[in-house]
T-cell receptor, first 113, second 115 residues
Framework: GQQVMQIPQYQHVQEGEDFTTYCNSSTTLSNIQWYKQRPGGHPVFLIQLVKSGEVKKQKRLTFQFGEAKKNSSLHITATQTTDVGTYFC?????????????FGKGTKLSVKP | AAGVIQSPRHLIKEKRETATLKCYPIPRHDTVYWYQQGPGQDPQFLISFYEKMQSDKGSIPDRFSAQQFSDYHSELNMSSLELGDSALYFCASSLVGVAGGVVQYFGPGTRLTVT
C-alpha cells in the first residue's frame, strides 16, 4: 500500500544545534503536510506544501518540497527546548475521496538544554 | 477559535466490553476523520465521514463502527474490546474543498485502556 517513509526515527540534539527530518515517497505526491505532536498531545498542523520545489519558512522552521514531489524535509535552525516533540509528515491517501492522510512514522526530537 | 472536542478524554474498559467515543468537529467543518495511535506509533486512519456519509475506510476492525449525526458530531463505537485496542483515538475535522488542499485539525484525543 501507499507509504511515506520518514527518517530518522529519533534525533537527540543539544540546544542550539540544527535538526532535519526527511520524508520520502515512491510515488508523486499531490501535496505534503507536516504536523508536530508534543509529548502527551495531539498532532498540530504546521504547514502544507503543494508546488514542486516549494520552500516555506516559519521563523526557525524551513520546509521544502522536492522538485519531483516525492520528498520533503523540515529543518529547524538553532533548536530550543520548546521544539521537543514528534514531527510527522503526512500525504493524502490515493483513492481517498476526502483526504484521509497517510502519516510517516515520525521523527522524535529531544533537545538537551 | 473553536477546536475539535472529544469525549471522554480517558476511558478504561475491560476485555469484551464496549466503548463509545464522541467527537464534535470544528463548526462548519464538513468532514470528520478517526485515527488510532498506538504507543510510539504514527496515527493510523480508521474511517472518515463527509457530510454525514461514510467516505473512506482505513484499517478499522469489523468490531468497530462509526457514524456522523445530523449535528455533525461523530461517534466511534467499539465492541468486544481487546487488549490491543488500547491506544489514543484522535478525531480530526476539516473543511474539504477549500482551495489549497485539506488541512486536518485534530482533537485532544481519547486515551482508551483495555484491561
Amino acid at each position: 500500500g501507499q507509504q511515506v517513509m520518514q527518517i530518522p526515527q529519533y534525533q537527540h540534539v543539544q540546544e542550539g544545534e540544527d535538526f532535519t527530518t526527511y520524508c520520502n515517497s515512491s510515488t508523486t505526491l499531490s501535496n505534503i503536510q507536516w504536523y508536530k505532536q508534543r509529548p502527551g498531545g495531539h498532532p498540530v498542523f504546521l504547514i502544507q506544501l503543494v508546488k514542486s520545489g516549494e520552500v516555506k519558512k516559519q521563523k526557525r522552521l524551513t520546509f521544502q518540497f522536492g522538485e519531483a514531489k516525492k520528498n520533503s524535509s523540515l529543518h529547524i535552525t538553532a533548536t530550543q527546548t520548546t521544539d521537543v516533540g514528534t514531527y510527522f509528515c503526512a500525504a493524502l491517501s490515493y483513492g481517498g475521496s476526502q483526504g484521509n492522510l497517510i502519516f510517516g512514522k515520525g521523527t522524535k526530537l529531544s533537545v538537551k538544554p | 477559535a473553536a477546536g475539535v472536542i472529544q469525549s471522554p478524554r480517558h476511558l478504561i474498559k475491560e476485555k469484551r466490553e464496549t466503548a463509545t467515543l464522541k467527537c464534535y468537529p470544528i463548526p462548519r467543518h464538513d468532514t470528520v476523520y478517526w485515527y488510532q495511535q498506538g504507543p510510539g506509533q504514527d496515527p493510523q486512519f480508521l474511517i472518515s465521514f463527509y457530510e454525514k456519509m461514510q467516505s473512506d475506510k482505513g484499517s478499522i476492525p469489523d468490531r468497530f463502527s462509526a457514524q456522523q449525526f445530523s449535528d455533525y458530531h461523530s461517534e466511534l463505537n467499539m465492541s468486544s474490546l481487546e487488549l490491543g485496542d488500547s491506544a489514543l483515538y484522535f478525531c480530526a475535522s476539516s473543511l474539504v474543498g477549500v482551495a489549497g488542499g485539506v488541512v486536518q485539525y485534530f482533537g485532544p484525543g481519547t486515551r482508551l485502556t483495555v484491561t
